[in-house]
């Protein structure tokens, strides 16, 4: 049951290991591939001893559909924000040192790096610490989220949701990408340049309707 979706699922894993979005067995993948039912990466298990099959089936109550091992500690949360963001049909969970360092000293993460505006669609909210393993780590994190693609878990880590796994992934990627520039930054004591609104929307928009190759923009006509 779902053989190849479960194959997706395992690879973005290995992805977050291979960004340094995680270490050994933190951080999980979830995608929700029906109305039904939603893949998600077993409970402690290192991502690259990992097999597909390892991947979990579960309902949307979290009951065990196909699958032997324990899920994801955090699949109350994570199944709570597929619930409460439709749009969210892939959620990723990093432990990501940067951006998770940045949420302990700021309330937002701001959108001053067009890589941000194209990945996560705008400045980042940190949200209030909800507890790992439990409820209230999704709904913080669906509180303070809004209408962007990832938001920081105070003392804990980030959250990237998206239409599926290549968009959250992007999310959580660049989101790193945009806090490590932040960082050096601010370590120059100096005031950080700003992007206005409108260069963000416009990065936005470039990224959502005329990036990469699946979108026909260099088949259309002026």
Same mark, same amino acid.
């Given at each position: 049951?779902?053989?190849?979706?479960?194959? *997706?699922?395992? +690879?973005?894993?290995?992805? $977050?290991?291979? !960004?340094?979005? @995680?270490? $050994?067995?933190? %951080?999980?993948?979830?995608?929700?591939?029906?109305?039904?039912?939603?893949?998600?990466?077993?409970?402690?298990?290192? !991502? =690259? #001893?990992?097999?597909?099959?390892?991947?979990?089936?579960?309902?949307?109550?979290? &009951?065990?559909?196909?699958?032997?091992?324990?899920?994801?500690?955090?699949?109350?949360?994570?199944?709570?924000?597929?619930?409460?963001?439709?749009?969210?049909?892939?959620?990723?969970?990093?432990? *990501?040192?940067?951006?998770?360092?940045? %949420?302990?000293?700021?309330?937002?993460?701001?959108? &001053?790096?067009?890589? $941000?505006? &194209?990945?996560?669609?705008?400045?980042? &909210?940190?949200?209030? !610490?909800?507890?790992?393993?439990?409820?209230?780590?999704? @709904? *913080?994190?669906?509180?303070?989220?809004?209408?962007?693609?990832?938001?920081?878990?105070?003392?804990?880590?980030?959250?990237?949701?998206?239409?599926?796994?290549? #968009?959250?992934?992007?999310?959580?990627?660049?989101?790193?990408?945009? /806090?490590?520039?932040?960082?050096?930054? $601010?370590?120059?004591?100096?005031?950080? /340049?700003?992007?206005?609104?409108?260069?963000?929307?416009?990065?936005?928009?470039?990224?959502?309707?005329?990036?990469? *190759?699946? +979108?026909?923009?260099?088949?259309?006509? =002026?």
């Amino acid at each position: 049951m779902y053989e190849l979706e479960r194959k *997706q699922v395992l +690879n973005t894993a290995l992805k $977050l290991d291979q !960004y340094g979005l @995680i270490a $050994l067995m933190g %951080g999980n993948v979830s995608w929700r591939v029906s109305e039904k039912y939603v893949l998600i990466t077993p409970s402690g298990m290192v !991502y =690259d #001893q990992m097999v597909a099959t390892d991947v979990l089936v579960i309902d949307m109550e979290g &009951n065990v559909v196909e699958g032997e091992r324990k899920p994801s500690v955090d699949t109350k949360a994570l199944l709570y924000i597929m619930k409460h963001k439709p749009s969210a049909k892939a959620v990723i969970h990093t432990h *990501q040192p940067y951006a998770t360092g940045l %949420g302990l000293v700021m309330d937002k993460i701001p959108c &001053n790096l067009s890589t $941000l505006a &194209n990945s996560a669609e705008g400045s980042v &909210n940190v949200a209030p !610490y909800g507890d790992p393993g439990s409820l209230s780590m999704g @709904i *913080q994190a669906v509180g303070a989220i809004g209408d962007r693609l990832s938001v920081v878990l105070k003392h804990h880590g980030v959250i990237g949701i998206g239409k599926d796994l290549q #968009q959250a992934l992007v999310s959580v990627v660049y989101l790193e990408e945009a /806090a490590k520039t932040i960082s050096v930054a $601010l370590s120059t004591g100096k005031p950080m /340049a700003e992007m206005t609104p409108k260069q963000i929307q416009t990065a936005v928009d470039v990224f959502r309707y005329h990036y990469g *190759q699946s +979108n026909g923009y260099m088949n259309k006509k =002026d």
